[in-house]
């Protein structure tokens, strides 16, 4: 990455080195999670290799992403879940109050010890890690403050930024991005959040559950990235019982002399600060693209082949955030190693297939989506789906909320995918990738154990109501017996 973050001190051992060699094997640009896997594969063939990066060296993940946020959420629930302790029977949960520098103070620390990894990578690599800003002079040519290398393969992974409307800038620190959240020592008590993707919504949820005042916007009609219209209408209303949303009209924000007033529509927020949420864009600009010789779409990208990374048919890669495809750590991660894998002297023939989509948000209950969107499958698919509420052990839990949506093909009940806001919806969604990724069908879901009383039988129940629209639905869940070998018995 060329820097994603807010600039820290750079620590001892990551000063800008002097680096002497004009020409080397392989050039890595960016030490995130897509730098740092192409670093490992690169390794595999050549000790002949840099890895330039500009900023802090670390991943946006550890540094400001999914593990700050992770540790902000697992705070925010801890201090919601006293609103079911009456119902558990425990008393006295009125008496309890969110410190909210003490829960920023524990969330750096944790970020400071998630990010010691890869800071200590520079020190490590010795001279073969250089601080610097690197830009293409051509297919095989980078510049580093000044000075020209040479490589055989080039494999840039420079990692991407969020993005903030130019004249939103003039508010100054009472913008807050991802980037800098996580940086402040308190926060102030009413905050909007504008987008409500991903982050937004995890965000915007953590803050109000620990008690600010928060209002969500975002132009689009839907949140948390849902397509399934089924879902979206389960979800939206329990969001809304914690903060407001409002949807589907173009936000303005003004300077009203003592606040920002946020407005959507008819509707105004005065808040202290707001969360820029609106997405991330790809550090390309002085990246050098256009001195490759390829033509670039509106974006500023030359075509990728999704399977090999490469840009047209240079040694050039392009991998993690900065190529679009799906801007996630274990995708970025996956990118890395076919990248580093393809800048190979002997490549593979062909690229890698890539691993069946997955995507989960955090908040509560958790949003996931396992393959295509219900959106992009065929007209005719079949879905089912299962209502939380009435979910046993979701009901002891005291986390009955939420709907399960599977997606399968009507010919032989191979699933395809699924959409859910469920609790614990991680886990089902790991399970119901697998069976995607191993092109399971319906029958063979329905013949593995479910366990008494687990969340998972909710999935079974989504699944018989799949199997009841298949032809072959009298079938049983059980697996019909082989011969068992011995002749007296068979």
Same mark, same amino acid.
């Given at each position: 990455?060329?820097?994603?973050?807010?600039?820290?001190?750079?620590?001892? &051992?990551?000063?800008?080195?002097?680096? #002497?060699?004009?020409?080397?094997?392989?050039?890595?640009?960016? +030490?995130?999670?897509?730098?740092?896997?192409?670093?490992?594969?690169?390794?595999?063939?050549?000790?002949?290799?840099?890895?330039?990066?500009?900023?802090?060296?670390?991943?946006?993940?550890?540094?400001? =992403?999914?593990?700050?946020?992770?540790?902000?959420?697992?705070?925010?629930?801890?201090?919601?879940?006293?609103?079911?302790?009456?119902?558990?029977?425990?008393?006295?949960?009125? %008496?309890?109050?969110?410190?909210?520098?003490?829960?920023? /103070?524990?969330?750096?620390?944790?970020?400071?010890?998630?990010?010691? %990894?890869?800071?200590?990578?520079?020190?490590?690599?010795?001279?073969?890690?250089?601080?610097?800003? /690197?830009?293409?002079?051509?297919?095989?040519?980078?510049?580093?403050?000044?000075?020209?290398?040479?490589?055989?393969?080039?494999?840039?992974?420079?990692?991407?930024?969020?993005?903030?409307?130019?004249?939103?800038?003039?508010?100054?620190?009472?913008?807050?991005?991802? !980037?800098?959240?996580?940086?402040?020592?308190?926060?102030?008590?009413?905050?909007? @959040?504008? &987008?409500?993707?991903?982050?937004?919504?995890?965000?915007?949820?953590?803050? +109000?559950?620990?008690?600010?005042? @928060?209002?969500?916007?975002?132009?689009?009609?839907?949140?948390?990235?849902?397509?399934?219209? $089924?879902?979206?209408?389960?979800?939206?209303?329990?969001?809304?019982?914690?903060?407001?949303?409002?949807?589907?009209?173009?936000?303005?924000?003004?300077?009203?002399?003592?606040?920002?007033?946020?407005?959507? %529509?008819?509707?105004?927020?005065? /808040?202290?600060?707001?969360?820029?949420?609106?997405?991330?864009?790809?550090?390309?600009?002085?990246?050098?693209?256009?001195?490759?010789?390829?033509?670039?779409?509106?974006?500023?990208?030359?075509?990728?082949?999704?399977?090999?990374?490469?840009?047209?048919?240079?040694?050039?890669?392009?991998? =993690?955030?900065?190529?679009?495809?799906?801007?996630?750590?274990?995708?970025?991660?996956?990118?890395?190693?076919? $990248?580093?894998?393809?800048?190979?002297?002997?490549?593979?023939? +062909?690229?890698?297939?890539?691993?069946?989509?997955?995507?989960?948000?955090?908040?509560?209950?958790?949003?996931?989506?396992?393959?295509?969107?219900?959106?992009?499958?065929?007209?005719?698919?079949?879905?089912?789906?299962?209502?939380?509420?009435?979910?046993?052990?979701?009901?002891?839990?005291?986390?009955?909320?939420?709907?399960?949506?599977?997606?399968?093909?009507?010919?032989?009940?191979?699933?395809?995918?699924?959409?859910?806001?469920?609790?614990?919806? #991680?886990?089902?969604?790991?399970?119901?990738?697998?069976?995607?990724?191993?092109?399971?069908?319906?029958?063979?879901?329905?013949?593995?154990?479910?366990?008494?009383?687990?969340?998972?039988?909710?999935?079974?129940?989504?699944?018989?109501?799949?199997?009841?629209?298949?032809?072959?639905? +009298?079938?049983?869940?059980?697996?019909?017996?082989?011969?068992?070998?011995? !002749?007296?018995?068979?």
């Amino acid at each position: 990455m060329q820097s994603t973050g807010p600039k820290r001190a750079v620590a001892p &051992g990551q000063e800008r080195s002097t680096y #002497e060699a004009q020409r080397v094997d392989t050039i890595i640009v960016g +030490s995130g999670t897509a730098g740092l896997a192409a670093l490992r594969e690169v390794r595999r063939y050549t000790d002949d290799f840099l890895l330039v990066n500009d900023g802090h060296w670390g991943t946006t993940c550890a540094a400001v =992403g999914c593990m700050p946020s992770k540790a902000l959420i697992e705070a925010a629930n801890a201090f919601h879940r006293r609103h079911d302790l009456g119902d558990l029977g425990i008393r006295g949960a009125d %008496g309890l109050r969110a410190d909210i520098p003490a829960v920023l /103070a524990r969330v750096r620390k944790l970020r400071d010890e998630f990010v010691k %990894g890869p800071q200590s990578v520079p020190v490590e690599l010795g001279n073969r890690a250089l601080q610097g800003y /690197a830009r293409l002079n051509g297919p095989g040519r980078i510049e580093v403050d000044g000075r020209e290398i040479s490589a055989r393969a080039i494999i840039l992974a420079p990692g991407s930024s969020p993005v903030i409307p130019g004249p939103w800038k003039a508010f100054g620190n009472r913008i807050l991005t991802s !980037d800098t959240l996580f940086e402040q020592t308190d926060l102030p008590r009413r905050i909007g @959040v504008i &987008g409500l993707g991903a982050i937004g919504i995890e965000i915007a949820q953590a803050l +109000s559950r620990l008690g600010l005042d @928060v209002a969500g916007f975002d132009a689009a009609e839907t949140i948390a990235g849902i397509d399934d219209a $089924a879902v979206l209408t389960t979800f939206r209303p329990l969001i809304e019982a914690e903060f407001a949303i409002r949807l589907g009209a173009e936000v303005q924000l003004e300077d009203t002399g003592g606040a920002l007033r946020v407005s959507s %529509g008819t509707h105004i927020f005065e /808040a202290d600060a707001v969360l820029a949420a609106i997405g991330r864009k790809p550090n390309l600009a002085g990246l050098g693209l256009e001195t490759l010789g390829l033509p670039l779409d509106d974006r500023g990208l030359p075509q990728i082949d999704p399977e090999t990374l490469r840009l047209g048919d240079l040694p050039v890669f392009l991998a =993690g955030d900065a190529n679009g495809f799906r801007p996630l750590l274990h995708e970025a991660a996956d990118d890395g190693h076919i $990248a580093g894998r393809m800048a190979a002297p002997d490549p593979p023939a +062909s690229g890698f297939c890539r691993r069946t989509p997955l995507a989960i948000v955090f908040s509560s209950p958790q949003v996931a989506r396992v393959g295509p969107p219900l959106s992009g499958l065929p007209d005719d698919v079949i879905t089912s789906e299962v209502d939380f509420s009435r979910q046993g052990r979701a009901r002891i839990a005291a986390t009955a909320h939420g709907v399960l949506r599977l997606y399968a093909r009507p010919s032989d009940g191979q699933l395809l995918g699924a959409e859910m806001c469920a609790p614990a919806a #991680e886990h089902l969604a790991h399970l119901l990738a697998l069976a995607v990724e191993q092109k399971m069908r319906v029958p063979q879901l329905l013949a593995m154990p479910f366990y008494h009383p687990v969340l998972e039988e909710g999935l079974r129940s989504a699944l018989r109501n799949l199997a009841r629209q298949l032809p072959d639905h +009298s079938a049983s869940d059980l697996s019909d017996c082989g011969d068992i070998g011995h !002749d007296a018995l068979d």
